[in-house]
């Protein structure tokens, strides 16, 4: 499956961005999908994940109540919509994918998409 992320962008702290991540080439409802960032000189985190069954989601204590992941499997994409964002936000967003297992927050996915940055100003 091939992932592309985009959605970033510039933005002032306490606004909101949406990010999507569209997936391609095989079947993205047997997927569980997650979020992760890094930025400059730091290592990747992760940010949220949602189940390929969309019985659970999970979010990093960082973004809980900010952030919130969504999947359409209808048009293969998974949403991350991101709320009172705070410059500390600001990262490379990357989506990760992998088959039908649960969410992992340790990066062991399959598939990686691109990142699109994300710029969080103060």
């Known amino acids: 499956v091939q992932l592309q992320a985009s959605g970033g962008g510039l933005v002032q702290a306490g606004g909101s961005l949406r990010l999507s991540c569209a997936a391609s080439?095989?079947?993205?409802?047997?997927?569980?999908v997650g979020w992760f960032r890094q930025a400059p000189g730091k290592e990747r985190e992760f940010v949220a994940g949602?189940?390929?069954?969309?019985?659970?989601?999970y979010y990093a204590d960082s973004v809980k109540g900010r952030f919130t992941i969504s999947r359409d499997n209808a048009k293969n994409t998974v949403n991350l919509q991101m709320n009172s964002l705070k410059p500390e936000d600001t990262a490379t967003y990357s989506c990760?994918?992998?088959?039908?297992?649960?969410?992992?927050?340790?990066?062991?996915?399959?598939?990686w998409g691109q990142g699109t940055l994300v710029t969080v100003s103060s």
């Open positions: 949602i189940s390929w069954s969309r019985d659970s989601t």
């Open positions: 080439g095989r079947t993205f409802s047997s997927y569980t």
């Open positions: 990760a994918a992998r088959a039908g297992r649960s969410i992992d927050s340790l990066g062991l996915y399959d598939y």
